[in-house]
T-cell receptor
Framework: DTGVSQDPRHKITKRGQNVTFRCDPI?????LYWYRQTLGQGPEFLTY????????KSRLLSDRFSAERPKGSFSTLEIQRTEQGDSAMYLC????????????FGSGTQLSVL | GESVGLHLPTLSVQEGDNSIINCAYS??????FIWYKQESGKGPQFIID?????DKRQGQRVTVLLNKTVKHLSLQIAATQPGDSAVYFC???????????FGTGTRLTIIP
């Protein structure tokens, strides 16, 4: 058990609907990351927070995606007007000192857009 | 852009044998490398890491080798067990960069 919790584990939605995922990192970790993984591929970086500040966003993160970490603890990732191409595993990870140290991943939220 | 790639997409090994999973990276500025194991329906699980100032690092039943000359990384798993069956990813990071770049992955199957 890595200590990073994600909810829900699975989400099935219809195209055009909004979805929100939650991540609870390891409590003492101040860095939190979101990655996306499609079948047969490695995870791809989406965005990261240091405490409550969102410091970097990938070009993969279109304007339909928004992430927050309001109190520097848990984080949410919202996708508006979902598209079938958004179907993927959304992974959250946390770290004490950044990706040059160990990055601990949660079990992910599997999103299926019908 | 920079990429991390794997030589083989699948690998089957007899239980008890040793396995070697290879990875090539292209960013010569990368200074930190990590191997992750991912089982079906789970997130990546940290296995072992190595910094660019090292050539070899050993863990429990695992060894990572880094050859900076040819930009090659390998993961050796000794005395494989059924629980080692999973997809293995290498990932790399450059100091000052906040993201890990992952390869596509190698599926390791342990044959009983």
């Amino acid at each position: 058990d890595t200590g990073v919790s994600q909810d829900p584990r699975h989400k099935i939605t219809k195209r055009g609907q909004n979805v929100t995922f939650r991540c609870d990192p390891i409590s003492e970790h101040n860095r939190l990351y979101w990655y996306r993984q499609t079948l047969g591929q490695g995870p791809e970086f989406l965005t990261y927070f240091q405490n409550e500040a969102q410091l970097e966003k990938s070009r993969l993160l279109s304007d339909r995606f928004s992430a927050e970490r309001p109190k520097g603890s848990f984080s949410t990732l919202e996708i508006q007007r979902t598209e079938q191409g958004d179907s993927a595993m959304y992974l959250c990870a946390s770290s004490l000192q950044g990706p040059n140290e160990k990055l601990f991943f949660g079990s992910g939220t599997q999103l299926s857009v019908l | 852009g920079e990429s991390v790639g794997l030589h083989l997409p699948t690998l089957s090994v007899q239980e008890g044998d040793n396995s070697i999973i290879n990875c090539a990276y292209s960013n010569s500025a990368s200074d930190y490398f990590i191997w992750y194991k991912q089982e079906s329906g789970k997130g990546p699980q940290f296995i072992i890491d190595i910094r660019s100032n090292m050539d070899k690092r050993q863990g429990q039943r695992v060894t990572v080798l880094l050859n900076k000359t040819v930009k090659h990384l390998s993961l050796q798993i000794a005395a494989t067990q059924p629980g080692d069956s999973a997809v293995y990813f290498c990932a790399e990071n450059m100091r000052g960069n906040e993201k890990l770049t992952f390869g596509t992955g190698t599926r390791l199957t342990i044959i009983p």
